[in-house]
């Protein structure tokens, strides 16, 4: 399937969907998205294609996953990921500990 063809697909239902039916139907209490940018996801990608292809592809495919997020933001926790790892890991331990010590 080319790029094109896949980022004609994505959409926030049909990414939602996907996850729904490959959890069974089952809801996390916490969902961490770790966030990047398309160019972000695209210099760190190692497979062959046109570049603007493969960044049109990961800007609609985050979009789709922020635009969940939004929806649910008291399941969902989104962090920056381009930040340094330590950055990354405080955020998520921290709300971890909110999570399991409330």
């Not at 089952?26 to 497979?47: C, G, K, M, R, Y």
Request: no cysteine.
């Amino acid at each position: 399937m080319a790029w094109t063809e896949a980022t004609q697909i994505l959409n926030p239902r049909e990414v939602r969907d996907l996850g729904m039916w490959a959890a069974s139907g089952l809801l996390p209490d916490l969902t961490i998205l770790l966030d990047v940018t398309a160019e972000f996801a695209v210099a760190q990608s190692h497979s062959s294609g046109d570049e603007a292809e493969k960044h049109e592809f990961h800007q609609q495919l985050r979009n789709s996953f922020l635009s969940i997020a939004r929806r649910d933001p008291q399941r969902f926790l989104v962090v920056d990921a381009e930040q340094p790892f330590a950055e990354v890991k405080a955020i998520i331990a921290d709300r971890l500990m909110l999570r399991f010590t409330a």
